[in-house]
T-cell receptor
């Protein structure tokens, strides 16, 4: 069975704190893609990053960084020096090559960044 | 460049009725997917359309059906509405047909079934 688990339902931090959002996935497929999306309080989901199953290189984009570890089936997302504008719901997602490129989303982590 | 647009934004139906939701994909995007997002949950995949044909379906009953038109726009139809169908319905388009493609989402149609 394919599944994405985001164990943290809500996280609250104070501005400038670092925060890590956890994502664990399950699949028996050897080839797949992992994504993170951001859903602001009033707005559509926005793509943040994509990773394929063969690329375990970590990535940094400004204050955002992602750590992909295939051995633990995790794809964690860290925000450094968080800002109020980072407040949103963040979704981790898994897309398989079988079954019509179905994308499976986790339940999301709601991040509150307080000033 | 126009993004993904959905209509209507909000609607209220009663149990047993039928509803049609519409989606215009982002310019140049040939693949459209539909998702159901219940309150406090992640989006659940309903189905995907490519070249006007359904290409992949999630665990939704046949009363959920769809169409894709030659201009890549799409409709989601739900028959015999049930209370549990109350949710935000999201349309997403992607620039090509493939697992690596990121999804570009609309703001959704919020359906309330009474």
């Amino acid at each position: 069975a394919q599944k994405v688990t985001q164990a943290q339902t809500e996280i609250s931090v104070v501005e400038k704190e670092d925060v890590t959002l956890d994502c664990v996935y399950e699949t028996r497929d050897t080839t797949y893609y992992l994504f993170w999306y951001k859903q602001p309080p009033s707005g559509e989901l926005v793509f943040l990053i994509r990773r394929n199953s063969f690329d375990e290189q970590n990535e940094i984009s400004g204050r955002y960084s992602w750590n992909f570890q295939k051995s633990t089936s995790s794809f964690n997302f860290t925000i450094t020096a968080s800002q109020v504008v980072d407040s949103a719901v963040y979704f981790c997602a898994l897309t398989l090559l079988t079954g019509g490129f179905k994308t499976i989303f986790g339940a999301g982590t709601r991040l509150f960044v307080k000033a | 460049e126009t993004g993904v647009t959905q209509s209507p934004t909000h609607l209220i139906k009663t149990r047993g009725q039928q509803v049609t939701l519409r989606c215009s994909s982002q310019s140049g995007h040939n693949t459209v997917s539909w998702y159901q997002q219940a309150l406090g949950q992640g989006p659940q995949f309903i189905f995907q359309y490519y070249r006007e044909e359904e290409n992949g379906r999630g665990n939704f009953p046949p009363r959920f059906s769809g169409l894709q038109f030659p201009n890549y726009s799409s409709e989601l139809n739900v028959n015999a509405l049930e209370l549990d169908d109350s949710a935000l319905y999201l349309c997403a388009s992607s620039p090509a047909h493939g697992a690596r493609e990121e999804l570009f989402f609309g703001e959704g149609s919020r359906l309330t079934v009474l």
